[in-house]
Every structure is written in C-alpha cells, then in structure tokens.
Nanobody
Framework: QVQLVESGGGLVLAGGSLRLSCAAF????????MGWYRQAPGKERELVAT???????NYIDSVKGRFTISRDNAKNTVYLQMNSLTPEDTAVYYC?????????WGKGSLVTVSS
C-alpha cells in the first residue's frame, strides 16, 4: 500500500504562485511515473503534468511555461510549482503515483485563484 500526502494548496490572487508537494509513504513497490491531475467544479479530472523516474516531464498545453513539475526520488516526493496563476487554474489538485502493481491517488489539495 502507498499513501500519498499532499500539501501546499490554498487561496492566491491571480498572477500569484503556489507550490504543491506530494510525498509517497510506505511504498514497497518501485514508483514509476508521478503526476498531478486537477478537477475543477463541474468538470472532469484532467492531467496537468507528469514526471518519470528518470526525470522526463510532460505538461498539458494550458500550463506550459507556467507550471513546473519535479521530483526527489530519494524522498519519493513530487512537486508542482505553479506561477502566473489564473482563475481558470482553480481546482482540486490530485497527486498520482504509478507502480508496477497499481496506481495510487492522493486525497486532493484545493487551489483557489481569485481575480
């Protein structure tokens, strides 16, 4: 079993920045890709960014140039630095960790961007 603990969400003004963190605990399985997803009110959950164990990253177009995903393999932790936030970024952000056994999800961290 893998437990994912997220932190760093909150309320920020448009144009501001936030940094999300997600630490994976109790993992006896090797963690492969880690990523961040988000779900805005009334919308489906969507991929935001992923990073492989070797550091290859992937982003959706709407966050390219504003968000940066990174990870610390020694700490089994993934980060999402979010800059130039807009109200359209308001959502619950979920961390996901992929192992050879299954995927695990965090409980979510609310990010609210006010105009």
């Amino acid at each position: 079993q893998v437990q994912l603990v997220e932190s760093g969400g909150g309320l920020v003004l448009a144009g501001g920045s936030l940094r999300l963190s997600c630490a994976a605990f109790q993992s006896i399985f090797r963690i492969n890709t880690m990523g961040w997803y988000r779900q805005a009110p009334g919308k489906e959950r969507e991929l935001v960014a992923t990073v492989t164990s070797s550091g290859t990253t992937n982003y959706i177009d709407s966050v390219k140039g504003r968000f940066t995903i990174s990870r610390d393999n020694a700490k089994n932790t993934v980060y999402l630095q979010m800059n130039s936030l807009t109200p359209e970024d308001t959502a619950v952000y979920y961390c996901k960790a992929n192992t050879n056994y299954r995927d695990y999800w965090g409980k979510g961290s609310l990010v609210t961007v006010s105009s």
